[in-house]
C-alpha cells in the first residue's frame, strides 16, 4: 500500500478544502454584494466566513475543539484581541468563536486562491513583515476600525510557535490598545500544534483542540503601564494557560 491511512485522509481533506473553498467563495461573493447598502461594518459576510472555515474543523473527525469562556465576549464591545499562535490551524479553530472581528495577517496568505481573496473581501488587514511602511499602514486601518467599534485580532507572537511554548510579544497590540484607550481580550491555544505541526500538512492521531477566553483587560488597568510591560505581562498570562509551560 503505496499510501498511509493518514496520508490518504490528509490529501482527501486538502481537496475538500480546495473545491469547496471556490463554491463558498462565490457565496461570500454574493453575500457582500447582497449586504452591502445596511452592513457597513461586514459582520454578516464575517458571520458567513467563520462558518466557512468552522465547517472544516466540523468535518474532520479527528479533531474536536472545545471553547471555555466564549460568554466573556461582549459583542457590544471592541477589544484589541490577542492570542497565542500555534498552527496553521489556529485561525480556522479560532473562527469557532463566531465573534465579530478583523484580523491581522500576513500578507502573503491573501493571494491563496479563494481563503485569501475571501480575506480580502473581509476587509482583513494585511501586513508585510519587516517593512515599516507597511506595519505603520496596518497600524492606522487597526486604528480606524477600533474607531468604528470593531475589534481586531493580533497574533503577537509575529509567527507560529514550533514547540507551543509562548514566545516574545511585539509591542503592535498594545500600542493600538493604549493609543485608542481600549480593552484587550486575551486568548489561549492549546493542542492546534499537535494536530497540525508546523510545516505539516499530515494528521495524525486524535486531537481535542482548544480555545480559552480568558477575562479582559480594561483599559484603566493598563493605562499607565509601558507598553513593554504590558506586552510581557499579557504574554506570561496567556501562557499561564498554554500546556507546555504548565508542563514545567
Not at 10 to 26: E, K, R, T, V
Not at 104 to 129: C, D, Q, T
Not at 207 to 212: L, P, S, T
Request: proline content about 5%.
Amino acid at each position: 500500500m503505496s499510501f498511509s491511512l493518514n496520508g490518504i485522509l490528509s490529501l482527501s481533506y486538502i481537496l475538500f478544502i480546495g473545491i469547496s473553498s471556490a463554491f463558498l467563495f462565490c457565496l461570500a461573493v454574493l453575500i457582500r454584494i447582497l449586504t452591502l447598502p445596511f452592513d457597513r461594518k461586514l459582520l454578516i459576510l464575517h458571520l458567513f466566513t467563520s462558518f466557512w472555515a468552522s465547517l472544516y474543523t466540523w468535518c474532520m473527525p479527528l479533531w474536536s475543539v472545545t471553547i471555555f469562556g466564549r460568554e466573556k465576549m461582549d459583542s457590544r464591545k471592541n477589544y484589541v484581541i490577542v492570542s497565542n499562535h500555534q498552527s496553521q490551524l489556529d485561525i480556522l479553530v479560532l473562527y469557532r468563536l463566531f465573534f465579530p472581528f478583523r484580523w491581522v495577517s500576513k500578507a502573503e496568505v491573501f493571494r491563496l486562491p479563494f481563503i485569501g481573496w475571501n480575506m480580502s473581501l473581509n476587509g482583513y488587514i494585511k501586513l508585510k513583515r519587516g517593512e515599516r511602511s507597511s506595519v505603520e499602514k496596518m497600524m492606522q486601518e487597526c486604528r480606524d476600525l477600533l474607531e468604528k467599534g470593531i475589534s481586531v485580532f493580533f497574533f503577537p507572537e509575529g509567527t507560529r510557535s514550533e514547540t507551543g511554548r509562548v514566545k516574545p510579544f511585539k509591542p503592535g497590540a498594545f500600542i493600538l490598545a493604549k493609543e485608542m484607550k481600549k480593552p484587550i481580550l486575551p486568548i489561549v491555544l492549546n493542542h492546534t500544534k499537535d494536530a497540525l505541526p508546523k510545516h505539516s500538512l499530515e494528521f495524525h492521531g486524535r486531537h481535542n483542540m482548544e480555545v480559552r477566553v480568558l477575562d479582559e483587560i480594561p483599559y484603566s488597568e493598563l493605562e499607565h503601564i509601558p507598553v513593554p510591560e504590558l506586552a510581557d505581562r499579557i504574554r506570561d498570562l496567556i501562557a499561564s494557560h498554554v500546556s507546555e509551560h504548565m508542563a514545567n
